[in-house]
C-alpha cells in the first residue's frame, strides 16, 4: 500500500505519461516506396561462411599467422555486410 505523497507521485506519473516529448522527424530521406531492413544474421554470404570454415582449417593445420588475417578478414567483412543497409521496394520477396 502506498502512503498518500508516493499516491499522489503516482498518480503524476501516469497522468504525464502520455504528455512526453515527442520523438525527432527522420532526416534521412527514403525514396518512394522503398523501405530499409537489416539483414538476417542466420543468412551469411557464401564468402563470409568459407572465410570462417578456412580460418578454422589453417588454425587446426598450425598456420595461426594466416589463420588469424583470414579471420580478421572475414570479420571484418561480415561487419560490413551486417551494417550495410538493403534496400527494398516494397515488393514480397520470393522464398
Do not use: K, N
Not at 5 to 32: C, F, N, S, T
Not at 34 to 52: C, E, F, K, Q, Y
Not at 75 to 94: D, I, M, V
Amino acid at each position: 500500500m502506498l502512503s498518500s505523497q508516493e499516491q499522489h507521485v503516482w498518480d503524476d506519473v501516469q497522468r504525464y505519461w502520455e504528455l512526453e516529448a515527442e520523438e525527432p522527424p527522420v532526416l534521412v530521406p527514403v525514396a518512394a516506396g522503398r523501405t530499409w531492413r537489416s539483414h538476417d544474421p542466420d543468412d551469411l554470404p557464401l564468402p563470409v561462411v568459407a572465410g570462417i570454415w578456412i580460418t578454422i582449417a589453417l588454425v587446426l593445420f598450425g598456420v595461426m599467422a594466416v589463420g588469424l588475417t583470414v579471420g580478421v578478414v572475414t570479420a571484418l567483412g561480415w561487419a560490413l555486410w551486417y551494417q550495410w543497409p538493403r534496400s527494398s521496394t516494397g515488393r514480397p520477396t520470393e522464398g
